[in-house]
């Protein structure tokens, strides 16, 4: 069956450091891999997703993601840690059968000043 | 073009009592989706609907129900309200179609709370 799995429950970084978010899925075929971010009492935002191709993908906000393969991970990462990025990550996978979105339990980020 | 729109925001309901929830996907989109987010379970799917037809079912029981119209405008209807069906409720479209995979994208979502 196919899974997400968010390591890490929380994580803080101070603002200006660098962030790298883990992402591990479990998947039979091709995955089709997506980041989201939620601000509190919020719906979620697409940040990037991996479809095929370079496995380094740019989203939107300077952050990034690298699929690797053989470690069935999509970590995000972003250079710069701003305090507006403060909020929940979501790594998800898309099934196939088009039908379903399947989330991971989330990161919260704190940023600290 | 305007996004995913979901109504109420807010929403207090009794146990016992029925509520329903509505969501206006993006135009074009025929796939809906519904997602229950708490913070004990995460985002959970509901079920997902494509062209008036239910394709995808989560693990919920009969009580959570839903619907989808010939505009691609969705319900989703909670029936004898229990304490435990606070959350925030997440409707998303996409533009989608069989086999196909893309991105969903969501609207505010419904914060239903149950006294």
């Known amino acids: 069956a196919q899974s997400v799995t968010q390591p890490d429950i929380h994580i803080t970084v101070s603002e200006g450091a660098s962030l790298e978010l883990r992402c591990n899925y479990s998947y039979g075929a091709t995955p089709y891999l997506f980041w989201y971010v939620q601000s509190p009492g919020q719906g979620l935002q697409l940040l990037l997703k991996?479809?095929?191709?370079?496995?380094l993908v740019q989203g939107i906000k300077g952050f990034e993601a690298e699929f690797k393969r053989s470690q069935s991970s999509f970590n995000l990462r972003k250079p710069s840690v701003h305090w507006s990025d403060a909020a929940e990550y979501f790594c998800a996978v898309g099934d196939t059968g088009g039908f379903k979105t399947i989330f991971g339990a989330g990161t919260r980020l704190f940023v600290k000043a | 073009k305007a996004g995913v729109t979901q109504t109420p925001r807010y929403l207090i309901k009794t146990r016992g009592q029925q509520v329903t929830l509505s969501c206006s996907p993006i135009?074009?989109?025929?796939?809906v989706s519904w997602y229950q987010q708490t913070p004990g379970q995460g985002l959970q799917f509901l079920f997902e609907y494509f062209s008036e037809t239910q394709r995808n079912k989560g693990n919920f029981p009969g009580r959570f129900s839903g619907r989808q119209f010939s505009n691609s405008r969705s319900e989703m209807n909670v029936s004898t309200l229990e304490l435990g069906d606070s959350a925030l409720y997440l409707c998303a479209s996409r533009h989608t179609g069989v086999g196909q995979v893309t991105e969903a994208f969501f609207g505010q979502g419904t914060r239903l709370t149950v006294v």
């Open positions: 135009s074009g989109h025929r796939s």
């Open positions: 991996y479809f095929s191709g370079d496995t």
